[in-house]
């Protein structure tokens, strides 16, 4: 019988909570065959990281143990979600397995291809906000996410690309460079997709009106006839703002992370966000929630930026309704029997409706 320890973290709202990876190997009687079991309320995805594993490790030529195998994810009393526990429950095989030691130094999160390749996860920023709260020096990344995780001060940032290179890391630590924070960059005006006023010819008034909200934070409702420049407008208004410092760039992108919305490689975000969804979008999709773990919604992605809602009458009325407590609080708590988690969303409501039906 052989226990190994490895640790990762699980995203919760914003946040991220360390877990505890505890892999037990042991030999089967009988004719029951070896097995694959994890507990510690994991979803679907958890549960069927066993084959992608399996498929990894053999594929690598790393080895799959001839034994049954018992992962618990501790805390057991947190819903666990998402594939990035694919990586640490590799490694904690290998571990019990004696392929790999000094494991209890590194927080670990990955998802495995077949061919035993790392793909990035969602919400790495938060993992390593975690990393550093629970004294632990080091993250070991998929590539992709290397960048955001690295803007965390006090741990260093390792990205991998494939489990084989995690093996050689945890073996042999100093061969290899931590990444870099490369600093906030700067907005670039001269790029064409950055939203520029200069792109609106005349609407002299309705410019100074935004400018004046802009200035204030305060919201707008624009009503005009279709083709007289509403969306436009309201599609700048973003590049009027002031820069975004430091904090608001790190929870900004900690929350595009955590809903999947950062591309991959990317790291702090620079420019306010502009979210503009459709009127035929839920209340979860709006506000935040969802199946399982709630996930943040379009007014937690519009933090620190613009929000606008275009057609603005088009929205049934129970979504328009939602928009009470984050206008209010700046902030929405999502209640659900076994949590209660809370999403900022500070944003500028930008809307805009047709005088009449008919337009």
């Not at 001269?190 to 200035?215: I, Y």
């Not at 702090?268 to 999709?285: D, M, Q, Y």
């Not at 199946?291 to 809602?309: D, I, N």
Request: net charge negative; with cysteine; proline share 8%.
């Amino acid at each position: 019988m052989s226990l190994f320890h490895a640790q990762t973290a699980a995203v919760y709202g914003v946040n991220a909570h360390k877990i505890d990876v505890e892999v037990d190997l042991w030999a089967t009687t009988g004719i029951t065959g070896n097995t694959f079991t994890t507990v510690g309320m994991p979803d679907t995805a958890v549960r069927e990281s066993r084959e992608r594993i399996k498929s990894a490790l053999v594929n690598s030529k790393l080895g799959f143990p001839n034994m049954s195998v018992t992962v618990n994810l501790a805390p057991a009393d947190l819903r666990k979600e998402g594939t990035g526990f694919d990586l640490p429950m590799a490694i904690g095989i290998l571990g019990a397995a004696g392929k790999v030691t000094n494991a209890d130094q590194f927080l670990i999160a990955g998802e495995l291809s077949l061919d035993g390749s790392v793909r990035p996860v969602r919400g790495a920023l938060s993992m390593a906000v975690c990393a550093s709260k629970a004294n632990i020096p080091a993250f070991i990344v998929p590539a992709d996410n290397a960048r955001e995780a690295s803007v965390v001060e006090g741990v260093r940032v390792y990205g991998v690309r494939h489990v084989s290179e995690v093996v050689s890391l945890l073996s042999q630590p100093e061969n290899y460079t931590p990444v870099r924070f490369e600093g906030v960059p700067e907005p670039n005006p001269d790029d064409p997709s950055f939203p520029d006023f200069s792109d609106v010819r005349g609407q002299q008034t309705a410019k100074r009106a935004l400018e004046v909200a802009a200035a204030g934070g305060h919201n707008v409702l624009m009503i005009g006839p279709p083709g007289s420049g509403k969306t436009m407008l309201a599609k700048r208004v973003s590049g009027i703002l002031p820069p975004l410092l430091f904090n608001e760039a790190l929870e900004t992108t900690q929350i595009h992370s955590v809903a999947g919305a950062l591309p991959n490689g990317a790291g702090l975000l620079t420019v306010r966000p502009f979210r503009a969804p459709h009127h035929t979008i839920s209340e979860a999709g709006l506000i935040g929630g969802g199946v399982g773990v709630p996930h943040p919604g379009e007014v937690s992605l519009a933090h620190h930026g613009v929000l606008f809602l275009d057609e603005l009458p088009e929205f049934p009325r129970n979504v328009l309704e939602l928009l009470r407590q984050p206008l209010e609080d700046r902030a929405v708590t999502i209640a659900r029997s076994t949590m209660t988690l809370t999403f900022p969303a500070s944003f500028m409501l930008l809307s805009g409706m047709n005088p009449c039906p008919c337009g």
